[in-house]
């Protein structure tokens, strides 16, 4: 089992920003991958971004240019690191882990959620 620790949701004004920490733990050599997906209120969950241990980074195309993953090997952490916050970037965040396939996480592990709240 692997376990996602998440940080770093709050509430900020359209243009700021905002980084998002996940810490795995537990049997991490069972994935390769780790990203972050977001879920709006009455939308589908989207994938935002996610790296592969080997450093290979994807990013949905709303956020590219403004968003950076990024990963400290060391510490099992991923980061998020969200600049010039939008109003539509508003939604829960979640942290997952798993195996690299197609661009995207076969999620096996799904962290709590953090909420991000960008006010116009």
């Known amino acids: 089992q692997v376990q996602l620790v998440e940080s770093g949701g709050g509430l900020v004004q359209a243009g700021g920003s905002l980084r998002l920490s996940c810490a795995a733990s537990?049997?991490?050599?069972?994935?390769?991958?780790m990203g972050w997906y977001r879920q709006a209120p009455g939308k589908q969950r989207e994938l935002v971004a996610r790296?592969?241990?080997?450093?290979?980074?994807n990013y949905a195309d709303s956020v590219k240019g403004r968003f950076r993953i990024s990963r400290d090997s060391a510490k099992n952490t991923v980061y998020l690191q969200m600049n010039s916050l939008k109003f539509e970037d508003t939604a829960v965040y979640y942290c997952a882990a798993g195996q690299a396939y197609a661009g995207d996480i076969n999620v096996g592990y799904w962290g709590q959620g953090t909420q991000v709240t960008v006010s116009s």
């Open positions: 790296i592969t241990y080997s450093g290979f980074t």
């Open positions: 537990g049997t991490i050599f069972s994935i390769n991958a």
